[in-house]
């Protein structure tokens, strides 16, 4: 199976001006197989929807832990974001275009973003992008963000496996 890889991060995102002072900042992308959806938002719901084990367990110890400090647990997050609109997993879907979702919440601690797009590339193939940007708004989310980072990152590559193993046909 294709592994997910580091990527620079997409130039055309509309996140493109939160870059400069992110406190998080990376991509992964992941070839997809011929035959692969090119709607994103199936393609995001097949990588989001359905996490592996381990990865709902990590955010179950996450929103216990953090709930002790008033954060936000991902429950409660989906529930919010799904009264105001379209939900991809327990992200709010924020915007929507032809080539880029975005996904994400702010929150005391920290804003996040995640673009999800579907690039074409002559030595590639088609790819599934996904990029993070984080923005921490004091020290609680500093910290936070420097125990969860190395856990982000492997289900971040996790998820994209997830979504590429979902579309094989």
């Known amino acids: 199976m294709t592994k997910a890889r580091a990527v620079p991060m997409p130039g055309n995102s509309v996140l493109a001006p939160l870059y400069a002072g992110a406190d998080l900042l990376d991509a992964f992308a992941i070839r997809l197989p011929a035959g692969a959806s090119d709607d994103l938002e199936v393609l995001a719901r097949a990588g ?11 955010t179950r ?3 216990v ?8 647990s991902s429950r409660a997050i989906g529930l919010a974001a799904a009264g105001r609109g ?17 996904v994400g919440e702010d929150d005391a601690h ?3 973003r995640v673009t999800i797009q579907l690039r074409t590339d002559a030595a590639n193939g088609r790819e599934l992008v996904v990029g993070t940007v984080v923005h ?3 020290r609680l989310g500093r910290i936070y963000l420097a125990m969860i980072a190395p856990f982000h990152r492997a ?3 996790a998820n994209l496996e997830q979504a590429a193993r979902a579309m094989k046909i």
């Open 155 to 157: 289900i971040a590559r």
């Open 48 to 58: 989001f929807e359905r996490p592996a084990g381990w990865i709902r367990a990590l």
């Open 61 to 63: 110890i996450r929103d």
């Open 110 to 112: 920290l804003d996040f």
């Open 86 to 102: 379209p939900v991809i997993g327990y992200f709010p879907l924020l915007s929507k275009s032809a080539t880029e979702l975005v």
């Open 65 to 72: 832990v953090m709930a002790t400090v008033g954060i936000k």
């Open 136 to 138: 921490c708004h004091n």
